[in-house]
């Protein structure tokens, strides 16, 4: 059976085709946009890539199409499957029919942080060797690919509450039917899909209720959001976690046969945290205590590894084993990954979407620069791509989100929303803006120095700023050794 896949270097939609690939099919596929990793996992499949979306790619006759959430009508493939009645569906249709069906699936949902905590649940399950199958919306480097179809019942998957399709406007987790849920966080972002926050809780919901009364819910303690999604009404026993609440709170709330999961971070930039299980008896006594020492920052990280654990213990993985396991994570391409340094600057990648993502993730890193002691500077490379963030409905949060940084660049989208002259002249801290990347390039060229840390930040592929740039500080530090 051939299937192309519209869409396919998207993070969910390129991870599925691998899934399609694993279980026989022949699998094809078109996107406006080939970058690397995506493609490169998916060349290495032996997955057929075709660059945009003519109808000339739908000649061979597919038997389906998987019509990806970024089609709409108008385009041209689209159009054609539509002429010609080719059969199609969507992208977490044919998950929940094909691959998800018998599962005992693991769903991480939220706002920020799903890629990192699918990753470290399934890393934490592969460390187990309880081979899960799972499709993660990145590429996680303790894993062979984004995408495997698993050797037992346990499959994770990352539960996005984008819409399905254009002909299904549901959010994909709907069809996942999660047996355990991660609910890591709930903010108002997608502004062009949903109309407030309000429609996401009510998504949110749609999940909650596929939930069985015999799984699990994981959520943030004291997270108003996620709360008030719980108080529409829920079926699921539930677990909380929180960073750094104080004990008797945590033993009242387990009390009674509850569980409450807390960290303590030993360190400013989360790599060091100790996290105690309440639970035991009517009181909530303590149940297990490890600490973890590991080579990722920032409290959105201690976050995530929390409620991976929770959801792993779930399944049968002992705390101490999880524990064990991300102390060997070695994090998410494209999650602060760091690229390359040359003459003693540092060029990092960061898959940033949200404000709150871009904030955390700063902060984080800035942490980490403060413990070391060091003169260094922190540089943020922004293009706010999202379509959130390009409508300019997160412009103050914008504004907010990069105060961390020693001096912020700005990358101006086409027909952006964004009133970047604001950025610049309301920044507390040195802001830039320009249209081209070759204009920031010359800017960092000229202005960098030893000891700067540059974090590129980006949801697209910033027109290949990251190569482009150590090829430019690499040619200055061939001339300088002169």
């Known amino acids: 059976m051939h299937i192309h896949i519209l869409g396919i270097c998207g993070t ?55 019509i990806g959430n970024a089609m709409s009508r108008g385009n041209s493939a689209v159009e054609y499957v539509l002429n010609k009645g080719i059969r199609y569906t969507s992208g977490p249709q044919w998950l929940a029919h094909h691959v998800l069906q018998d599962k005992w699936v ?33 590429v996680a480097k303790n894993l062979p690919g984004s995408a495997d179809i698993g050797d037992s019942i346990f499959f994770v998957v990352e539960a996005d509450e ?13 069809h996942y039917a999660p047996r355990t849920a991660i609910l890591n966080n709930l903010e108002f972002d ?35 959001n996620i709360d008030s999604v719980l108080k529409m009404g829920s079926w699921t026993k539930q677990q909380q976690f929180g960073i750094d609440v104080g004990e008797e709170i945590c033993k009242k709330l387990a009390a009674g046969g509850g569980v409450f999961w ?12 100790e996290l105690t299980k309440y639970g035991q008896g009517t009181t909530g006594e303590v149940m297990s205590r490890v600490v973890v020492n590991w080579d990722i920052t920032g409290e959105h990280n201690v976050r995530n590894a929390v409620a991976a654990i929770a959801a792993a213990h779930n399944v049968g993985v002992e705390v101490p084993t999880a524990a064990a396991a991300l102390m060997k994570y070695q994090g998410v391409k494209r999650r602060m990954e760091l690229l390359g340094e040359i003459g003693g600057i540092n060029v990092y990648d960061d898959f940033a979407h949200h404000p709150t993502a871009i904030e955390t993730t700063l902060k984080g890193l ?10 260094t500077r922190l540089i943020a490379v922004i293009e706010p791509r999202s379509n959130t963030m390009k409508m300019g409905t997160h412009q103050g949060q914008l504004l907010k989100s990069c105060q961390t940084a020693d001096m912020v660049i700005w990358k101006k989208p086409e027909k952006s929303g964004i009133n970047f002259s604001a950025l610049v002249s309301d920044s507390r801290t040195p802001a830039y803006a320009f249209n081209e990347v070759e204009q920031i390039i010359t ?13 590129i930040m980006s949801n697209g592929g910033f027109e290949g700023i990251h190569d482009k740039l150590l090829s430019a500080l690499d040619r200055d530090s061939l001339r300088s050794s002169y």
């Open 12 to 66: 969910f939609m390129g991870s599925m085709a691998i899934l399609a690939k694993q279980l026989g099919y022949r699998v094809s596929g078109s996107d406006a946009n080939v970058y690397p990793p995506m493609s490169t996992q998916l060349e290495q499949q032996g997955i057929e890539l075709m660059e945009g979306y003519s109808e000339e790619h739908l000649y061979s006759e597919p038997d389906l199409v998987i």
């Open 106 to 138: 693991l769903g991480v949902a939220g706002t920020h942080g799903k890629t990192s905590t699918s990753a470290m649940l399934t890393w934490i399950l592969e460390y187990a060797e309880m081979k899960p199958g799972y499709l993660i919306g990145g």
């Open 162 to 174: 984008y819409d399905s399709a254009f002909f299904d406007k549901r959010s994909k987790f709907i």
């Open 190 to 224: 997608h502004a062009d899909i949903f109309d407030d926050l309000d429609a996401i809780k009510k998504q949110f919901h749609h999940m909650i209720r596929t939930v069985p009364g015999n799984g699990l819910i994981i959520s943030p303690y004291e997270d108003a």
């Open 262 to 273: 807390n960290a303590i971070q030993l360190n400013n930039q989360g790599s060091e945290f």
């Open 366 to 375: 800035a942490a980490k620069l403060d413990s070391e002691a060091s003169q």
């Open 443 to 455: 800017f960092l060229e000229e202005g960098c120095r030893p000891g700067d840390h540059i974090v």
